[in-house]
């Protein structure tokens, strides 16, 4: 139902960085939205966070025309934004079509599932987010260099109740926040770093699930704000401390709503179709690393000590591999794919999580023998290597059929253009340059 009664709405797209663009518009002109689609130009998804314009074939180069294409209207997204007046608050999540839709997202996301539902299939999708919450404001940040600063907790505090307690003002918000948001949120706890947290969505269908984690990233950093605070989604903010990611939980239904994954029989109690999914994952998820690691600082999480996977490898309730198997019943039953980086767009992630684990069910791909012990030891983990940095990771992508197919060519161009762009714009320059891009928006 629109809501029409109101002053004003918000239509907003998820942009590649997982940012919310759009416009508020009259609540009288909402039905003739959802009807015809507002306009909105393409350059939106080659914006950097603090809107550096990336170099984008045929959307930002010298044949462009900077055109607006048009965008569809998910009425069943509306949810309302907690910090708005009940009137302005109507808040409805939009796509690109037309060419557009080739490189945007959301639509990426949804066709992926529509061939997902053709081969008969329903996933469920948990997301855990991790982020830094830090006792700093934009003008702090600014007038520090982005140097020196505070983190909301002083020191690593893995599920420490004492500052859990210390800080439940800023957790009572989050759970207020979520609940006009429609995000269900499902846990939230310290992580092992000063300031550092994680919120956990539980599962639920996958296009859902992409649209609360963008929901919750976006809206996270807005009640920090207004609590003179800031939350910082970079991978590798510092050094010195832990690396961020963005953890995936996927599992599959059939049409009957039964678990596909599950076979009480079996080794592990893991079907063929669930071994299958993971040798996917592992074959062609190699060359999309860029979805899962799509900046130049995503790039330094993967450094030793940091419990970022070192390499595309499994195991059973381990860790410290990149594809963690998870569940000990026939729903609870999934894998956790540990690869993907705080500052990716979850609607990608999660296209290129099922791309990869679909083709593996249809191709009936084996994955690699299980990796037992510590993957962080050298010649441990079992499975083919990580990229060697992002340049690499964008030749693989250029080369991957499986984003092609699954995804589209568009999309390959478009996104290894402009990370390619990014690349090139960071070279020779240091963590403090990354942190006043991304810090407050990345």
Same mark, same amino acid.
């Given at each position: 139902m629109s809501e029409t009664h109101s002053r004003f709405a918000t239509i907003a797209i998820v942009d590649t960085n997982g940012l919310l663009r759009g416009q508020k518009t009259r609540g009288a002109d909402i039905s003739g939205l959802l009807e015809q689609g507002p306009g909105m130009s393409p350059v939106q998804l080659a914006l950097d966070p603090t809107d550096d314009i990336l170099d984008m074939p045929g959307v930002t180069d010298d044949t462009a025309d900077f055109h607006d294409a048009t965008l569809a209207v998910d009425a069943a997204s509306l949810r309302h934004i907690p910090f708005e007046r009940d009137e302005d608050s109507p808040l409805y999540l939009a796509e690109f079509t037309g060419e557009a839709a080739a490189f945007c997202p959301r639509a990426l996301l949804r066709k992926v599932l529509g061939r997902v539902r053709d081969a008969g299939l329903r996933p469920k999708v948990g997301v855990e987010l991790e982020f830094t919450l830090f006792d700093e404001t934009p003008a702090s940040l600014v007038a520090k260099g982005y140097d020196g600063l505070t983190t909301a907790t002083a020191h690593p505090s893995h599920d420490l109740i004492i500052y859990q307690a210390a800080q439940s003002r800023f957790y009572a918000a989050v759970a207020d926040m979520c609940g006009p948001l429609? @995000? $269900? &949120?499902?846990? %939230?706890? /310290? /992580?092992?770093?000063?300031?550092? %947290? /994680? #919120? #956990? @969505?539980? +599962?639920? $269908? +996958? &296009? /859902?699930a992409a649209d609360q984690s963008a929901l919750l990233k976006n809206f996270l950093r807005v009640l920090a704000m207004g609590q003179d605070k800031t939350v910082c989604f970079m991978p590798r903010w510092s050094e010195e401390a832990d690396s961020q990611s963005m953890h995936i939980h996927v599992s599959l239904a059939d049409a009957e709503g039964e678990p596909v994954f599950w076979n009480a029989q079996a080794p592990d109690r893991m079907s063929d179709s669930f071994r299958q999914f993971i040798g996917g994952m592992q074959t062609y998820l190699p060359a999309l690393m860029l979805i899962f690691a799509p900046t130049v600082n995503a790039w330094r999480r993967f450094a030793p000590g940091t419990f970022a996977p070192p390499a595309f490898s499994w195991g059973v309730e381990n860790r410290t591999t990149a594809f963690r198997v998870v569940g000990h019943g026939a729903r609870s039953l999934r894998v956790e794919n540990r690869l993907p980086c705080s500052d990716a767009n979850p609607h990608l992630v999660i296209a290129a999580t099922l791309a990869a684990g679909l083709a593996g069910i249809e191709e009936g791909l084996e994955p690699s023998a299980p990796t037992r012990g510590n993957g962080y030891v050298p010649g441990v983990a079992q499975g083919p290597a990580l990229p060697d940095g992002m340049n690499a990771a964008i030749e693989a992508l250029r080369g991957s059929s499986l984003a092609a197919d699954w995804l589209s060519p568009r999309f390959v161009e478009t996104f290894s253009a402009t990370r390619a762009d990014q690349a090139r714009k960071f070279e020779g320059k240091t963590l403090i340059d990354e942190r006043r891009r991304f810090f407050e928006l990345g």
């Open positions: 429609n @995000i $269900g &949120l499902g846990k %939230m706890h /310290e /992580e092992i770093g000063g300031g550092f %947290m /994680e #919120c #956990c @969505i539980s +599962a639920t $269908g +996958a &296009l /859902e």
